[in-house]
C-alpha cells in the first residue's frame, strides 16, 4: 500500500504560481511512477504530467509544457507539480498518483493509487 497526500492548492490569479506537493508513506517511493493528474467540474480527470521512479524522465500533457514543471525528492518521498503563468482553465483538483509501470502513465487505470486531491482555482 500507498498513502497518498497532496497540499498546496488555493485561489490565485492568473499569471500567478502554485508549487503543489504529494507525501507519500508506505511502499518504497522510488519503485513507482508518479503522475499528476486533474479534474475539473463536468470533465473527465486528465493527465497532466508524470515522472519516473529515478526522476530522471518526465512527460506532460502539451497544455502545460513550459509552464509546469514535475519533480520528485525521493529522500523525502514527495513528489511535487510547480505551476507557473496559471490560467483560468488550470482550475480544477489535482490528484497525484503512483503507477508501478511507467508505460500506462498518461491513463488513469495505469495508477494503483491516488491521493484525496487539492482544489486550484484561477481567477481571471
Known amino acids: 500500500q500507498v498513502q497518498l497526500v497532496e497540499s498546496g492548492g488555493g485561489l490565485v490569479q492568473a499569471g500567478d504560481s502554485l508549487r503543489l506537493s504529494c507525501a507519500a508513506s508506505g511502499q518504497t517511493f522510488s519503485n513507482y511512477a508518479m503522475g499528476w493528474f486533474r479534474q475539473a467540474p463536468g470533465k473527465e480527470r486528465e493527465f497532466v504530467a508524470a515522472?519516473?521512479?529515478?526522476?530522471?524522465?518526465?512527460d506532460y500533457v502539451d497544455s502545460v509544457k513550459g509552464r509546469f514543471t514535475i519533480s520528485r525528492d525521493n529522500a523525502k518521498n514527495t513528489v511535487y507539480l510547480q505551476m507557473d503563468d496559471l490560467k483560468p482553465e488550470n482550475t480544477a483538483v489535482y490528484y497525484c498518483?503512483?503507477?508501478?509501470?511507467?508505460?500506462?502513465?498518461?491513463?488513469?487505470?495505469?495508477?494503483?493509487?491516488w491521493g484525496q486531491g487539492t482544489q486550484v482555482t484561477v481567477s481571471s
Open positions: 498518483a503512483a503507477a508501478k509501470y511507467w508505460s500506462s502513465r498518461r491513463y488513469s487505470t495505469g495508477y494503483d493509487y
Open positions: 515522472i519516473s521512479g529515478n526522476g530522471k524522465t518526465k
